[in-house]
């Protein structure tokens, strides 16, 4: 059996660091920890495919950790399945997540209700500048003093 190895970007004791994630087609047992001169020895391509691919630019959006909810393995495994922003989450496809699992239908419903407040929260915090705005009082001097 050829097992798979994947590579990702993971916190741990506050400081980003490369993992890898080993899977045996047929075995439900999966290895995973930070990365070890054997995996890239053993993954050479994945490493490469992996590193080529921390080079590209970040997608504009919200980020999977700001999600109520969210923890930092359901968030590597959306990213795994190329979905790394909230919005992207929201526009996913609901069979794709449940095969991932039920709390990922969750998330992508509370990703969903995120997305509908957003518009309101930025209309809410507009409203209230222009109302500080027209609680100050106004200067009458010529000079701006």
Not at 43 to 53: D, H, M, R, S, T
Not at 81 to 94: N, Q, S
Not at 112 to 124: D, F, G, S, T, V
Request: net charge negative; aromatic share 6%.
């Amino acid at each position: 059996m050829a097992a798979k190895g994947i590579f990702f970007e993971r916190e741990l004791n506050g400081d980003m660091r490369d993992f890898c994630r080993i899977s045996v087609p047929g075995v439900r047992d999966v290895w995973e920890g930070p990365v070890r001169p054997e995996d890239l020895a053993r993954f050479p391509e994945q490493w490469a495919e992996y590193k080529a691919g921390k080079k590209k630019p970040k997608k504009k959006g919200g980020g999977l950790s700001e999600l109520p909810g969210m923890t930092e393995p359901r968030r590597i495994e959306l990213e795994l399945a190329d979905i790394e922003t909230i919005e992207e989450l929201a526009e996913a496809e609901e069979p794709k997540l449940r095969q991932m699992g039920e709390p990922y239908v969750q998330l992508k419903k509370i990703a969903e209700l995120q997305m509908q407040a957003k518009p309101k929260r930025a209309a809410k915090k507009a409203a209230t500048k222009v109302e500080e705005v027209a609680d100050e009082p106004a200067d009458d001097s010529a000079d701006g003093s």
